[in-house]
């Protein structure tokens, strides 16, 4: 079973399209000496059944860590650059920022970037590029995106660039986890790829090359995008036949208000006990449900709390996890009744109020957790 580079899941057992006698590559063409031996290969162009990321199945040409291009030496190639620059620097505020280009080939678009008011750095597997770049006064880094924990030279970035590179890689996964290690919280980028919906509304088969593994829709981009921990703020068809989005890296949830209500509810727990011990008084909590065991054990109430009460048999006569409080029937825990009862089981609290009021003794104090405080019921 042959299995997308993307997400894991399986290849679609029948190949979209097998097209047969294909360039082996786009690059590092063969010598008229070679005319004999050279041969074109069998390509198979298949989907993916989890993600949908069209792909081909074929095994990556030898140098797809490298950026080699020709086409950044066209003037329509300089003009669309500049204009993608302008756009994407105002849109995301990048003025005086550190941009990285992760493949950067030997600087035909940093050598753009560096036009601008940023700080432009660049990064490329193939020396001889590397020395190319270097020579034009660019800072490139011989260096490649091939580890989720690895740390690039001259980081943390603010932006990043790659222009027609993600298609080359046969883990694109992991070249964008790796890219977004290293940029910054607020960190985006702008990205290119060609469009396989002008592929199929050209109907142009002579697009598909071994270079190039996937075969990027909108939607399939953003999916992987967002699998790799970026959410794609603008995207759009340029250049007739150019996917571009403009991402930028997933803020970490704000779990700030968690932490207080947990410290709270904690702290309010703890008092509530602490003034009944004080008062001579035994607390049982009702309802052994997850919220019950992650108060009790959270608020270090394993030994400050009787019992804990709950109608379904299957849970009685174990114990809470972590805090490990015993776990009794109601007829039980009313042989030998706890002076307070704090209910910790949302949405049955009427139901359960209604039951201790008739098995407890009066005077027994209710109480309920409600969703940030601990609230009196009444009184039997």
């Known amino acids: 079973m042959i299995r997308c580079r993307a997400c894991g899941a399986p290849l679609?057992?029948?190949?979209?399209?097998?097209?047969?006698?294909?360039?082996?590559?786009a690059q590092n063409l063969p010598s008229p000496e070679e005319r004999e031996t050279e041969k074109g290969i069998?390509?198979?162009?298949?989907?993916?059944t989890g993600c949908g990321l069209v792909q081909l199945s074929n095994t990556p040409v030898p140098y797809y860590r490298d950026v080699i291009r020709s086409g950044g030496y066209s003037t329509t190639m300089d003009a669309l650059r500049r204009k993608q620059y302008d756009e994407w620097i105002a849109f995301c505020g990048l003025e005086g920022k550190k941009i990285l280009e992760a493949g950067c080939g030997q600087g035909e678009f940093l050598r753009i970037l560096a036009d601008y008011p940023v700080q432009a750095f660049g990064m490329e597997h193939k020396h001889d590029l590397v020395e190319k770049a270097r020579a034009q006064g660019l800072t490139v880094s011989e260096d490649y995106p091939e580890r989720e924990d690895q740390v690039f030279e001259n980081g943390p970035f603010d932006a990043f660039t790659s222009f027609n590179f993600l298609e080359h890689q046969p883990d694109p996964a992991v070249y964008l986890r790796a890219v977004a290690r290293n940029l910054t919280e607020e960190g985006c980028g702008l990205v290119t790829v060609p469009s396989f919906e002008y592929i199929l509304e050209q109907n142009?088969?002579?697009?598909?090359?071994?270079?190039?593994?996937?075969?990027?829709?909108?939607?399939t981009l953003t999916?992987?995008?967002?699998?790799?921990?970026?959410?794609?703020?603008?995207?759009?068809?340029?250049?007739?036949?150019?996917?571009?989005?403009?991402v930028r890296k997933k803020k970490r949830p704000d779990v700030?208000?968690?932490?207080?209500?947990?410290?709270q509810l904690a702290g309010e727990v703890r008092k509530l006990i602490a003034e009944a011990e004080a008062a001579g008084k035994r607390v049982a909590v009702w309802g052994a449900s997850h919220q019950g065991f992650t108060l009790c054990a959270v608020a270090g109430l394993g030994d400050k709390v009787s019992c804990i009460i709950d109608s379904a048999p299957f849970k009685q006569?174990?114990?809470?996890?972590?805090?490990?409080?015993?776990?009794?029937?109601?007829a039980e825990a009313a042989k030998d009744p706890a002076d307070i009862v704090l209910i910790i089981a949302p949405g049955y609290t009427e139901e359960?109020?209604?039951?201790?009021?008739?098995?407890?003794?009066?005077?027994t104090e209710i109480l309920t957790l409600m969703t940030d405080r601990v609230t009196q019921v009444g009184t039997v």
């Open 256 to 263: 700030s208000g968690l932490v207080s209500r947990r410290d």
């Open 317 to 330: 006569g174990k114990i809470a996890p972590a805090s490990h409080i015993p776990i009794v029937s109601p």
């Open 352 to 363: 359960i109020a209604g039951t201790v009021r008739k098995l407890f003794p009066a005077g």
């Open 12 to 25: 679609s057992d029948v190949p979209l399209i097998t097209i047969e006698n294909m360039p082996a590559a």
């Open 42 to 48: 069998t390509v198979r162009l298949c989907a993916c």
């Open 204 to 219: 142009s088969f002579y697009e598909l090359i071994p270079d190039h593994l996937f075969y990027f829709t909108e939607d």
């Open 223 to 246: 999916s992987l995008m967002a699998r790799c921990g970026f959410d794609v703020l603008k995207k759009e068809r340029i250049n007739r036949d150019t996917i571009s989005v403009i």
